[in-house]
């Protein structure tokens, strides 16, 4: 998740208007919708990946909760955000891989056709958002983690659509357990991107 003013942010006051914070506002109803989607659809198709994107779909709702909460303060506090949201979203990566781990050993077995709809209706939400901050993408560290989250969530859900045609034509639940394990590793990765940038700023500051 991310944004800034068409790419760069005064360290003296921060370059955000009133059309940023309406972004963010969608992104949140947005998110915190599809949380609920997809947590309900996620147990009842006995998805792990689903599961996976219904946790970081309430976790970029807080985070984008959190943006809105910095964004007329300091860059360094704003920073200071941002390091948090990358933490949470390295504890995210982990939780993931762990339940990947987990329904592998139980063998588990999704519902192809629900990963394959929700998955859709998740990637369309996510395509959206990430439109919406596209602009902002190259802002500080609290605007980058926005567009980072964004961005990585429309790549899980289409992995996610893949997934349930894997699982589809094999019978197996491997297809989606490897997405799931794919975006763990994506939101470690955005994770170490995110709180190495949120290092650097609040150390200038």
Not at 130 to 141: H, K, P, T, V
């Amino acid at each position: 998740m991310s944004a800034c003013c068409n790419g760069g942010c005064s360290a003296e006051k921060p370059p955000v208007g009133r059309r940023y914070r309406r972004i963010l506002w969608i992104a949140l109803a947005i998110n915190a919708g599809m949380f609920i989607v997809e947590l309900f659809s996620g147990w009842k198709a006995g998805s792990v990946s689903l599961l996976a994107d219904a946790v970081d779909f309430l976790g970029d709702a807080a985070n984008y909760g959190l943006s809105l909460f910095v964004l007329a303060m300091l860059p360094v506090w704003r920073s200071r955000a941002a390091l948090i949201k990358g933490i949470t979203m390295g504890g995210y990566g982990l939780f993931v891989i762990g339940t990947a781990v987990s329904h592998a050993a139980s063998r588990t077995v999704p519902e192809p056709v629900v990963m394959g709809i929700v998955g859709f209706v998740a990637l369309l939400a996510n395509v959206s958002v990430a439109a919406l901050l596209f602009a902002y993408r190259n802002g500080d560290s609290n605007m980058r983690s926005v567009w980072l989250c964004s961005r990585n969530d429309a790549i899980s859900n289409l992995a996610v659509m893949l997934a349930a045609l894997g699982v589809f034509g094999t019978g197996t639940g491997g297809p989606d357990i490897a997405v799931a394990a794919i975006m763990g590793i994506l939101g470690l990765t955005a994770a170490r991107t995110v709180i190495r940038q949120a290092r650097t700023e609040i150390k200038a500051a």
